[in-house]
């Protein structure tokens, strides 16, 4: 689904978000908080780039690693990079991130966007995550939830749930990948949910920040720097 969509994929992201993503992307980035010099940075389910060239821009001396499943959309990463300069800081992979082809505790951060809704077993995602984690490196994830505040919730439901499925059949030719979405978002857990989750992996500091009344979240954990002795 996600090889079929992507060539319209960037532009559905700009519209549907009226161009939010970007700031999103960004805030995402600053949160990864990187303290050590020439960092390595993990995005899991990378998609077309646009999380892992924010990164490349926005961290101006460190080398950013992009990990999807979606040849099509790693394609498309590829081709951007080439037409950025700071893209050779960049590197894409094709593999899965239930079992990404990585050594233990090779990298300073790890950030994803716009992935968990789409995982099968997030335990498992954050076991990964934590695996491949420096001690004291970062998990960063940016994410849409259902919001809670009405009236906004009201507003957001009717838009997201019922105009852009037809906006995705109009632009993208597939409502059905756009129903998809916003049927994923419509049945994912909540903010305070998926924190407990990050948290139970053995992540500590877990911080939420919500945008839109909750509709977009990042949450941040940190592994500890020294491994806790039973």
């Not at 037409?83 to 300073?108: C, N, Q």
């Not at 950030?111 to 498992?124: C, E, G, Q, Y």
């Not at 919001?147 to 030719?173: D, N, T």
């Amino acid at each position: 689904m996600f090889s079929r969509i992507a060539d319209r994929y960037d532009l559905l992201n700009r519209l549907i978000s009226f161009h939010f993503d970007t700031f999103w992307r960004k805030k995402a980035v600053e949160a990864l908080a990187l303290r050590r010099r020439d960092p390595i940075v993990l995005d899991l389910g990378s998609g077309t780039g646009d999380l892992s060239l924010t990164a490349a821009r926005e961290i101006k001396d460190g080398t950013i690693i992009g990990l999807d499943f979606s040849l099509r959309m790693l394609q498309l990463a590829q081709e951007k990079k080439l037409r950025l300069p700071y893209g050779r800081r960049t590197a894409f992979i094709l593999g899965s991130a239930l079992a990404p082809p990585f050594k233990d505790e090779v990298f300073d951060a790890v950030m994803t966007a716009f992935v968990l809704r789409n995982i099968p077993d997030l335990n498992l995602f954050f076991r990964q995550a934590y695996r491949l984690l420096r001690p004291g490196g970062r998990l960063v994830s940016l994410d849409m939830f259902p919001p809670s505040r009405f009236p906004f919730s009201f507003i957001y439901s009717f838009y997201f749930y019922r105009l852009v499925p037809w906006i995705g059949a109009a632009l993208a030719h597939d409502r059905s990948a756009y129903q998809y979405l916003s049927d994923s978002v419509k049945t994912f857990d909540s903010p305070e949910t998926i924190a407990e989750l990050i948290r139970r992996t053995g992540f500590e500091g877990v911080k939420v920040e919500k945008f839109m009344s909750g509709a977009v979240c990042i949450h941040v954990g940190e592994k500890p720097r020294m491994t806790k002795q039973a």
